[in-house]
């Protein structure tokens, strides 16, 4: 039989695939506050559905926490947290941001996260650990508004703080890498037409995105997520990723699009809604016009972000099943 590593290692080649390979992840909030109930609830997920690549999603505070901010799970259906407590107010708390370890308590949890997954996981079943890119985090430190008013009007200060936060992410990825997974999965938030100008995002994020993705660049499951619409799909030739997801049913390109403007394998083909909202007939429509559009070469079926946790497990077979 062909193992998940044996297909996506197919799929990244556009080699013909026994079947499409598949790989959907969501939050998992509350368990998502030790490393022990996430690695639990990221194996006992795996164990029911059989994906193809399982990526972990800790809530995005993770990455943060160890500076200080807080948050709160208050029932959002994608499953994340809210920040009640930042630590970015003025443009000086950018300057003083201290250097974190991956030893830091909460940098140091997810990595222990990721052992107990790597220790219980078929071998043969890729693993990638989410990373948020510097800007994110910074969005996270600060508030989005905040960010984006201080990129404008005191960016010497944003420029030091995401120095600060690249140097942290840059250590933490080099210490995934020591854990044995497979790739990272990158999240680009502000790459989209509503928070930047392409312009001002080659200025203020691709150089931090260059040195925080350096030490993952000889991964061979690394996969970009460009988060929101109008995104900025031109960066992938600056970036060098083997798979992209972004939100093909709401915004530019649609996969096949997509197809002539990457060579690498594409991810979507679901909605988050579908899962959700709509019945399992629906489902099957968009994973078999998703292959259509692509196919079956360098395509993996998912969806544009997480899956929502109100996804019926009917749904959840039925994406499964329809790759069959």
């Known amino acids: 039989m062909t193992t998940h590593r044996e297909r996506i290692q197919a799929c ?18 509350e368990a998502d506050q030790t490393p022990e109930a996430l690695a639990a609830s990221t194996l006992g997920y795996q ?3 059989d994906f193809d690549i399982v990526k972990v999603t800790p809530a ?3 990455a943060v926490k160890d500076w200080g901010v807080q948050d709160q799970w208050m029932g959002d259906a994608e499953g994340s947290r809210r ?3 930042r630590v970015i107010h003025k443009p000086k708390d950018w300057e003083t941001l201290p250097l974190l370890d991956p030893t830091a308590p909460h940098l140091a949890g997810q990595l222990a996260c990721l052992r107990l997954i790597k220790q219980n996981l078929d071998p043969d079943t890729p693993l990638i650990q989410t990373i ?16 984006m008013e201080h990129i404008r009007k005191y960016p010497e200060a944003v420029i030091k703080g995401l120095d600060t936060i690249t140097k942290t992410t840059v250590k933490f990825v080099e210490a995934v890498r020591e854990t044995g997974v497979d790739g990272i999965f990158y999240a680009i938030q502000h790459a989209q037409g509503s928070m930047l100008e392409l312009i001002e995002y080659k200025t203020i994020g691709l150089p931090y995105d260059q040195k925080a993705l350096e030490p993952a660049k000889d991964l061979w499951c690394n ?31 649609s996969l096949s699009e997509a197809q002539s403007l990457f060579k690498g394998a594409v991810c979507g083909g679901l909605r988050q809604d579908t899962l959700t909202m709509e019945n399992p007939d629906q489902v099957r429509n ?18 544009g ?20």
Not at 13 to 29: N, Q, S, V, Y
Not at 132 to 147: E, I, M, R, T, V
Not at 226 to 242: A, C, I, N, P, R
């Open 12 to 29: 990244l080649k556009g080699e013909t695939t026994d079947r499409t390979p598949i790989a959907l992840w969501r939050h998992f909030p």
């Open 47 to 49: 164990s029911a559905y």
């Open 60 to 62: 995005s505070s993770f």
């Open 83 to 85: 920040y009640i407590t």
């Open 132 to 147: 948020f890119n510097p800007l994110s985090q910074a969005k996270n430190l600060a508030g989005n508004d905040l960010l």
């Open 223 to 253: 996969m970009l997520h460009l988060h929101g619409k109008e995104v900025y799909f031109s960066l992938l030739t600056l970036m060098d990723f083997k798979i992209v997801n972004w939100h093909d049913r709401e915004t530019y390109p």
């Open 286 to 303: 968009e994973a078999q016009d998703a292959i259509k559009q692509t196919n079956g070469r360098c395509f993996i079926l998912g969806t």
């Open 305 to 324: 972000c997480v899956v929502p946790i109100t996804a019926s497990h009917e749904n959840y077979w039925t994406a499964r099943k329809s790759v069959e």
